[in-house]
């Protein structure tokens, strides 16, 4: 295994337009943009958490040749204050020190206070023709509409876990590190449409690997998620209508130091697999990260048109699962729709 002198990453963060993934709808225009030299003078990236937002802004600031002396990164959740932003209306008009532009990334700018806004909006309106802005933010709907109508705006995709599963197994081989599938899977899974948090659970995995291999149910251990023997327990035992057996399971996952959301998403896709396989619709490719074992056990429960475990069910499941969000006890929406189903 390769030694790695940083976080992952750092390491393996995008230096180029080419190697962002997913995100072609993106990359397109702004490549676009460079070649005609049709420079928006502020732009607003949003999306997700780690989906490559504050990377694409400094691809984006060198590719229009501004160098790292004058690219400006500030985190509006420190600065988010009038001072601040008159700071930077200050600053802007000054030249730049050796590039055609002056580019301000400013991450988190849904945090900025509401004179912090209507400093900057002014700001945006009549720009100094050197200065490019670029706004990051998570949560576009706290910006005002007049801050989003002086921007071009572009949303950034969350990668789907199939593609997060790609990447970390990507990485993987990069460094040298034996990686089984399931365990790239769970991963993707735990890291919930984020490419950093998955490379930041990735390092953590190859931190407690050493020099020995890990199998998939020890990654799990080590991201949190359920053994995979506890989620066929559960679905087992609702099959089989026993109130006891499923609840014992539920509380085995979450005394073993599951995260019961992680828990939730496994299992509501196994139930998916098991309705669409039903019902004889197309497979999701989810259903790629089963062991074969699990295929098997799942088709059985297809072929019962009798089982319990039907879209009445998963409808139910789906209610506790929004109720998850609003309890300290996470398996607690669960027990309750355990007990209304099979009671």
Same mark, same amino acid.
């Given at each position: 295994?390769? !030694? +790695?002198?940083?976080?992952?990453?750092?390491?393996?963060?995008?230096e180029s337009f080419?190697?962002?993934?997913?995100?072609?709808?993106?990359?397109?225009?702004?490549?676009?943009?460079?070649?005609?030299?049709?420079?928006?003078?502020?732009?607003?990236?949003?999306?997700?958490?780690?989906?490559?937002?504050?990377?694409?802004?400094?691809? %984006?600031?060198?590719?229009?040749?501004? *160098?790292?002396?004058?690219?400006?990164?500030?985190?509006?959740? +420190?600065?988010?204050?009038?001072?601040?932003?008159?700071?930077?209306?200050?600053?802007?008009?000054?030249?730049? %020190?050796? *590039?055609?532009?002056?580019?301000?990334i400013i991450d988190?700018?849904?945090?900025?206070?509401?004179?912090?806004?209507?400093?900057?909006?002014?700001?945006?309106?009549?720009?100094?023709?050197?200065?490019?802005?670029?706004?990051?933010?998570?949560?576009?709907?706290?910006?005002?509409?007049?801050?989003?109508?002086?921007?071009?705006?572009?949303? %950034?995709?969350?990668?789907?876990r199939i593609e997060?599963?790609?990447?970390?197994?990507?990485?993987?081989?990069?460094?040298?590190?034996?990686?089984?599938?399931?365990?790239?899977?769970?991963?993707?899974?735990?890291?919930?449409?984020?490419?950093?948090?998955?490379?930041?659970?990735?390092?953590?995995?190859?931190?407690?690997?050493?020099?020995?291999?890990?199998?998939?149910?020890?990654?799990?251990?080590?991201?949190?998620?359920?053994?995979?023997?506890?989620?066929?327990?559960?679905?087992?035992?609702?099959?089989?209508?026993?109130?006891?057996?499923?609840?014992?399971?539920?509380?085995?996952? /979450?005394?073993?130091?599951?995260?019961?959301?992680?828990?939730?998403?496994?299992? =509501?896709?196994?139930?998916?697999?098991? =309705?669409?396989?039903?019902?004889?619709?197309?497979?999701?490719? =989810?259903?790629? +990260?089963?062991?074969?074992? !699990?295929?098997?056990?799942?088709?059985?429960?297809?072929?019962?048109?009798? /089982?319990?475990?039907?879209?009445?069910?998963?409808?139910?499941? =789906?209610?506790?699962?929004?109720?998850? !969000?609003?309890?300290?006890?996470?398996?607690?929406?669960?027990?309750?729709?355990?007990?209304?189903?099979?009671?």
């Amino acid at each position: 295994m390769a !030694e +790695s002198s940083f976080a992952l990453y750092r390491k393996y963060r995008p230096e180029s337009f080419d190697a962002v993934r997913n995100q072609e709808h993106i990359i397109t225009v702004l490549k676009g943009a460079i070649q005609k030299q049709m420079i928006p003078h502020a732009l607003l990236f949003t999306g997700s958490r780690g989906t490559g937002k504050t990377t694409v802004a400094r691809i %984006f600031a060198h590719g229009i040749g501004a *160098s790292d002396i004058d690219i400006y990164e500030i985190d509006a959740a +420190s600065n988010r204050g009038i001072d601040d932003i008159r700071e930077l209306k200050e600053a802007v008009h000054s030249l730049p %020190f050796k *590039s055609p532009y002056k580019v301000y990334i400013i991450d988190e700018v849904h945090m900025l206070t509401k004179e912090a806004f209507n400093a900057l909006l002014k700001t945006l309106e009549e720009p100094p023709s050197h200065v490019v802005f670029i706004l990051a933010t998570t949560e576009k709907d706290k910006l005002l509409d007049t801050i989003t109508s002086r921007c071009q705006v572009f949303t %950034f995709k969350a990668p789907t876990r199939i593609e997060l599963k790609e990447t970390i197994l990507d990485i993987a081989r990069a460094e040298n590190f034996t990686l089984p599938e399931a365990g790239a899977d769970t991963i993707a899974l735990a890291a919930d449409g984020s490419y950093r948090d998955a490379l930041g659970i990735m390092q953590k995995v190859i931190m407690a690997a050493g020099d020995s291999q890990l199998d998939p149910d020890q990654i799990a251990t080590i991201v949190g998620a359920p053994k995979r023997v506890h989620i066929k327990l559960f679905i087992e035992a609702l099959q089989a209508k026993n109130l006891e057996r499923a609840l014992n399971a539920l509380h085995e996952a /979450s005394r073993s130091g599951a995260d019961m959301k992680i828990f939730f998403t496994m299992f =509501l896709e196994q139930i998916r697999i098991v =309705l669409l396989v039903r019902h004889g619709a197309p497979i999701p490719q =989810l259903i790629e +990260s089963l062991t074969e074992d !699990e295929r098997v056990f799942l088709e059985l429960i297809a072929k019962d048109k009798t /089982s319990v475990i039907n879209s009445g069910l998963l409808l139910r499941f =789906l209610q506790a699962g929004n109720s998850m !969000e609003h309890t300290s006890i996470q398996e607690l929406p669960l027990e309750l729709a355990v007990i209304e189903l099979l009671s």
